[in-house]
């Protein structure tokens, strides 16, 4: 995970620079809508090292403004549903945790074509390209049985943080979305995308697994609380199995690495033209206009 953010650090860098770069400015407007459908998977605490481990339904819609051949701008909200658990990664297997959430992704981004590329025409009709950008994100993990696991005491930072000893952590957060795809022209306003995107994240609640597991004490009749089946579903801190009940800071997960989330897609989507001069024939390059 730290060469993915030495990757998205380059990638922001080779789109500033490619902007002194960019050959063609038109006096029209270009705007395309579309709508994609893909894989999403969740990479952390849960699965730290398999890409696409138990991938997931995902689709969004965009609104993508093209300043020249090179330069493209999108607006894109993305529903990604993400899900992990120790059993199908094996990274950890004793602790026995899983979790689900959607997460509702808003991105602006900036794209930059390798090739010369505009949509509707023969000539320049492929392109691979290169993304970054920022996202606002929203998410709620939850437990197989549909508990919000937010709502739960299941770490050690809920005991030492807030006046009731059970603060939540935000279930908002921002993200850094960068990554590569192909661009593909297949008429005059219809265009392709494949796309790979992987997210940063701010947080490193995605998964409701952070630092150490909470302490507890059992009642008189030696019943463990509610929350333990969703914290420690395996009895790592259980006496009887154990004996390391009582004993703060025993590892649940590791509270200095982020979460990270990926989206393989592909869209489809329509193309716009829209004159900046009052006279729609005035001044507008025949790019835009013309499929050939």
Request: hydrophobic residues 30%; charged residues 20%.
């Amino acid at each position: 995970m730290k060469n993915c953010k030495k990757v998205w650090f380059v990638a922001l860098i080779i789109l500033l620079l490619g902007q002194f770069f960019a050959p063609f400015k038109s006096d029209a407007q270009v705007i395309e809508v579309g709508a994609s459908v893909g894989l999403s998977y969740y990479m952390g605490d849960i699965n730290p090292n398999i890409p696409f481990n138990q991938s997931k339904l995902g689709f969004g819609a965009s609104a993508r403004y093209y300043d020249n051949t090179r330069w493209a701008f999108r607006l894109a909200y993305s529903n990604l549903q993400l899900e992990g658990s120790d059993e199908a990664s094996k990274y950890r297997p004793e602790r026995g945790l899983s979790f689900h959430t959607n997460v509702h992704d808003i991105a602006l981004i900036a794209e930059f074509n390798f090739f010369d590329y505009f949509t509707g025409s023969k000539r320049n009709y492929i392109t691979p390209y290169i993304f970054g950008g920022v996202s606002y994100i929203s998410f709620n993990p939850k437990a197989d049985d549909g508990t919000d696991l937010c709502d739960v005491l299941t770490d050690v930072d809920f005991e030492v943080a807030g006046s009731d000893g059970k603060s939540k952590y935000s279930r908002t957060s921002a993200s850094i979305p960068f990554g590569v795809g192909m661009k593909y022209s297949i008429s005059e306003h219809i265009g392709l995308t494949l796309e790979w995107r992987m997210d940063y994240a701010f947080t490193d609640w995605l998964d409701d697994c952070h630092a150490y597991y909470p302490t507890y004490e059992p009642d008189e009749e030696g019943n463990v609380p509610s929350y333990v089946q969703y914290s420690d579903p395996t009895g790592i801190t259980d006496p009887n199995n154990t004996g390391s009940n009582g004993q703060k800071y025993i590892q649940r997960g590791n509270k200095h690495n982020k979460d990270w989330y990926g989206y393989l897609n592909l869209s489809i989507s329509y193309k716009f033209v829209l004159p900046k001069n009052k006279d729609c024939n005035v001044g507008a390059d025949k790019k835009y206009y013309k499929y050939y």
